[in-house]
């Protein structure tokens, strides 16, 4: 099976994670029960998730010169990710956030983004969307100027390659500037949404008309994300809900952008739609068993046991072809059913 090949452009992060029984009251003292640093950034995130899954990938964006940065850079690339397109900038510290997490699972973020929006369009090299099948884009890339720039430029490239491009918006993005997001949809191949930036943009409430109005745009395939109460995922012949999966929800720091690699996973891979909703809902679900994201993300060996636990649900019967074409795409990969990981 030929290995596709993605190029994914946004912010690369260190997180810094914090448990915490309550949010103090102003002024109070917030004392965490443990904390973690890792690597993460919605695009980090994907990339981790995806070349798990067999596929390379090629990161676009900035980090510090820094002791944050080296280790950033050092961790992706001993996964096997393309860094070329990774700059380290000496003036800028490395993007980071803080993430608070309660006993619900709930994650707060307190982010500066540093390095990340000073990404511009002189830092893409030549040839960095050569021998690529799909180029995504984060949609945080697109708050502020040069990365903005940058974004948009990659974006003008990447069309007139002829690539598909995928979207994920993120919610801040939206809210911060809608009227980018109106001018960029239309260009969309796969787009990514949460369902309260899909009904701010569209105007619509019900998640039935948003994909019908983001299908309206252009787009090839269109997904809802919508948290613990699933997601929607559309093209213009077929439709379908899932709802989440049941799991025990720790922290639900980057459950979005594993969404996110397994509806990109579904595409590039040609696995259908309802394969493509069934894996981005499981590694969302799978996603939010662990504390923190990026290395923390669980492996795909945890894959096969999980869907053989779903398919035994009645709920999930209907589904059953679907899990069987999961698995055999896993056995394709070389990826072990065998469970190497406590959920």
């Not at 998730?49 to 992706?76: H, K, P, T």
């Not at 500066?112 to 050569?130: D, I, M, S, V």
């Not at 619509?204 to 994909?211: C, G, V």
């Amino acid at each position: 099976m030929k290995r596709p090949t993605i190029a994914l452009l946004g912010d690369l992060n260190i997180d810094t994670l914090l448990t915490i029984s309550r949010f103090p009251q102003p002024g109070w003292d917030g004392l965490a029960e443990s904390a973690t640093v890792q690597v993460g950034g919605t695009v980090v995130n994907t990339a981790i998730v995806l070349r798990r899954l067999g596929v390379n990938c090629a990161l676009l964006g900035s980090i510090g010169r820094d002791l944050w940065g080296e280790y950033l850079y050092r961790a992706l690339q001993s996964l096997g990710i393309d860094l070329q397109g990774v700059v380290m900038l000496p003036e800028n510290m490395t993007g980071l956030t803080f993430i608070t997490i309660t006993p619900d699972g709930e994650r707060t973020m307190f982010s500066y983004r540093g390095a990340n929006t000073a990404f511009a369009p002189h830092h893409l090299g030549e040839g960095l969307l050569n021998s690529i099948d799909l180029f995504h884009l984060s949609g945080y890339s697109l708050m502020t100027s040069p990365q903005r720039e940058a974004a948009l430029t990659a974006l003008a490239q990447a069309e007139a390659a002829n690539l598909p491009i995928c979207l994920d918006s993120g919610l801040q993005p939206v809210m911060d500037a809608p009227e980018i997001f109106e001018s960029v949809l239309p260009r969309i191949s796969v787009g990514i949404l949460g369902m309260a930036e899909a009904a701010y943009l569209s105007g619509y409430q019900r998640p039935e008309q948003i994909l019908d109005w983001l299908l309206s745009l252009g787009m090839r395939w269109a997904a809802i994300k919508m948290g613990a109460e699933g997601c929607w995922l559309a093209h213009h012949e077929h439709r379908i809900y899932l709802p989440a999966f049941p799991v025990k929800v720790r922290d639900t720091t980057g459950a979005g952008d594993s969404f996110t690699a397994g509806i990109i996973c579904g595409y590039v891979y040609g696995l259908g739609l309802v394969p493509t909703a069934v894996l981005a809902n499981a590694l969302g679900a799978l996603a939010t068993t662990v504390y923190g994201a990026g290395l923390a993300l669980p492996a795909p060996e945890v894959l096969g046991p999980f869907l053989e636990e779903v398919a035994e649900i009645t709920d999930w019967h209907p589904y059953a072809e679907a899990i069987d074409t999961l698995k055999h795409f896993l056995a394709s990969l070389g990826i072990s059913s065998m469970l190497t990981q406590q959920r």
